[in-house]
């Protein structure tokens, strides 16, 4: 499963070699890489300043995201109970394609292989979603971290209901569930890699494989529902805003024309869906 998902990374720098020509071969490879990691440590930075730069539509954007983690989490217990009791029914592929992806070695294996694919050929948009995701992954990976310790949540195989905390509790793995790693690590990847296509069906069909880790964590009862829907939220929105900032630093752009990417969550009777418009 783990030389499957390389394969996919491998696949997608090599489409992205034969839609970019390289103008920056005169640049030596250390000069490449010291500037890319130079904008990595910067862009995780950034998105960590920009709640001081909020105005009213970013308040207002981010009420919208507590309101919709608020949401589920009125329905945490029921969808929990839903998806852990269709475990079985799920393919073993699927379940270990669910979590492979989403661990945190193998994203950087992955991650790590589009950028050298992109500084070993000089190909200056391979180097940039290299820097996006490697930047992407570590600044909200971080954050998940310090949030999954501060929160301390009961996962749902802990046994305890969804209202069980333990405040800075690092020390027990099942008091980690709040927001869902693996889901922050997947959604960042598959937005991050979405923005270098205009087609509809592609973008669905990268959103599809990054959706998969998410709702595996659900019916193996490591997460509850409001800690996936979280975790995507704080994916996309840490993908812009180290997209807006790696703007000025590339001149390589990701579909200047292309509308912008709208989501929302959609319940109905025993279902749950995350809607995209791209």
Not at 181 to 209: C, D, E, P, R, S
């Amino acid at each position: 499963m783990k030389n499957s998902i390389l394969v996919f990374f491998i696949l997608f720098s090599f489409t992205c070699l034969a839609q970019s020509t390289s103008k920056d071969s005169v640049e030596t490879r250390w000069q490449m890489f010291t500037y890319d990691i130079g904008n990595v440590f910067k862009g995780i930075g950034y998105s960590y300043s920009r709640p001081l730069h909020w105005t009213g539509k970013g308040w207002a954007t981010f009420g919208y995201t507590m309101g919709g983690t608020g949401i589920s989490y009125l329905v945490d217990t029921p969808t929990s109970k839903y998806f852990r009791g269709i475990k079985e029914d799920v393919p073993n592929v699927i379940r270990d394609y669910g979590f492979n992806y989403g661990s945190p070695e193998n994203n950087y294996m992955v991650t790590g292989a589009v950028y050298l694919t992109g500084l070993i050929s000089k190909n200056e948009k391979l180097r940039r979603t290299g820097a996006l995701l490697i930047s992407s992954a570590s600044s909200a990976g971080l954050l998940q971290q310090i949030l999954k310790s501060a929160v301390g949540r009961a996962r749902p195989l802990s046994g305890k209901n969804k209202d069980t905390y333990r405040p800075l509790w690092a020390g027990d793995r099942e008091f980690h569930s709040f927001p869902s790693g693996h889901t922050i690590l997947a959604m960042t990847n598959a937005h991050a890699i979405a923005k270098q296509f205009k087609n509809g069906w592609v973008k669905t069909g990268i959103y599809t494989l990054g959706s998969i880790p998410a709702i595996s964590r659900l019916w193996e009862g490591k997460h509850w529902l409001s800690d996936v829907v979280l975790g995507v939220a704080i994916s996309i929105f840490t993908v812009e805003s180290i997209d807006r900032y790696l703007d000025s630093k590339y001149d390589q752009k990701y579909n200047d024309n292309a509308k912008k990417l709208s989501w929302n969550l959609n319940f109905g009777p025993g279902q749950v869906g995350l809607h995209l418009e791209f």
